[in-house]
């Protein structure tokens, strides 16, 4: 069984520039979460879907990020513009009932 | 509310040494408590989980964590370590039930270095 596939892996950009990230979850799980991980951190929820609708978006900075899960499958997460603050690791999970799957991350660095 | 703390940020452990990774949470109602192990440049892993029944939870690579309610405590233990166990190690909790358990809080972590 295919895990978490998130894409890209590594992205480097510079500051007030946009820029999205990709997540696949596992095929049948309902549940899709984005977290934030910041260096030496545990992650920190943004935002979780259940199937396309987000039913928790309370830590998602919405004057600058974003994000989608259209037909309830795929999700993207989009920043415009980057700050150099938001340069951390973006977690993709899934879940089905209960226990949460991860997927490698996708790290950001703002120069 | 949930909350975490892990109170060790590193622990270095000589090799075949025992390990005990310290937890405590807080909350007001019934908790699930989860240990997760996040190896160099992956996602996180799930190690164990406790959500009822016996507070002794056996998990994958030899660890196991016990469930104290009245110290809220949660800690994770191996009895031998091996440099394959050097990781990051985050300890979460979230309220029991199926849909609170969909929000789960994340401890700070703590880095495991395994010297040989």
């Known amino acids: 069984e295919a895990g978490v596939v998130q894409s890209p892996r590594y992205k480097i950009i510079e500051k007030k520039q946009p820029v999205a990230f990709w997540c696949n979850p596992i095929s049948g799980h309902n549940t899709l979460y984005w977290y934030l991980q910041n260096l030496g951190q545990g992650p920190e929820l943004l935002i979780r879907y259940e199937n396309e609708e987000a039913v928790d978006d309370s830590q998602l900075p919405k004057d600058r990020f974003s994000a989608e899960r259209l037909k309830g499958v795929d999700s993207t997460l989009k920043i415009q513009p980057a700050e150099l603050g938001d340069s951390a690791v973006y977690l993709c999970?899934?879940?089905?009932?209960?226990?949460?799957?991860f997927g490698p991350g996708t790290r950001l660095t703002v120069t | 509310a949930q909350s975490v703390t892990q109170l060790d940020s590193q622990v270095p452990v000589f090799e075949e040494a025992p390990v005990e990774l310290r937890c405590n949470y807080s909350s007001s109602v019934s908790v699930y408590l989860f240990w997760y192990v996040q190896y160099p440049n992956q996602g996180l892993q799930l190690l164990l989980k406790y959500l009822s029944g016996s507070t002794l939870v056996k998990g994958i690579n030899g660890f196991e964590a016990e469930f104290n309610k009245s110290q809220t405590s949660f800690h994770l233990r191996k009895p031998s370590v091996h440099i394959s166990d050097t990781a990051e190690y985050f300890c979460?909790?979230?309220?029991?039930?199926?849909?609170?358990?969909?929000?789960?809080?994340f401890g700070s972590g703590t880095r495991l270095s395994i010297r040989p």
């Open positions: 999970a899934s879940s089905l009932v209960g226990e949460q799957y």
């Open positions: 979460a909790v979230s309220a029991a039930g199926y849909s609170s358990a969909s929000k789960i809080i």
